[in-house]
Nanobody
Framework: QVQLVESGGGLVQAGDSLRLSCAASGRSFSIETMGWFRQAPGKEREFVAA????????YYALAVKGRFTISTDNAKNTVSLQMNSLAPEDTAVYYC????????????????????WGQGTQVTVSS
């Protein structure tokens, strides 16, 4: 089993930055890909970004590309999401996810390819 715990959410104004972190524990050595998803009220959970643990290949949703950066600290088993130039449409609950597979640009978007999920952290961006 793998446990994921997110932190770093909060209330910010449009244009501000925020950094989310996700700490993995348990059988974290089995993780191959880490991802971030988000879910706004009344909407489906959507892909935000992903990173492969060993090769550090990164993938981003078009809506966040150029504003968000995903990174890992392998020694600490953490993955972070640096979010810049936040906008009200970025408001959502952000979830960390872990996959036991090495995901590609085509497969990282699908929730079913992730095996473990965190509890989520709220990000609210006011205009």
């Amino acid at each position: 089993q793998v446990q994921l715990v997110e932190s770093g959410g909060g209330l910010v104004q449009a244009g501000d930055s925020l950094r989310l972190s996700c700490a993995a524990s348990g059988r974290s050595f089995s993780i191959e890909t880490m991802g971030w998803f988000r879910q706004a009220p009344g909407k489906e959970r959507e892909f935000v970004a992903a990173i492969t643990w060993s090769a550090a290949n990164t993938y981003y949703a078009l809506a966040v590309k150029g504003r968000f950066t995903i990174s890992t600290d392998n020694a600490k088993n953490t993955v972070s999401l640096q979010m810049n130039s936040l906008a009200p449409e970025d408001t959502a609950v952000y979830y960390c996810a872990a996959s036991l597979s090495v995901l590609s640009s085509g497969s990282c978007y699908f929730k079913n390819n992730y095996h473990y999920w965190g509890q989520g952290t709220q990000v609210t961006v006011s205009s």
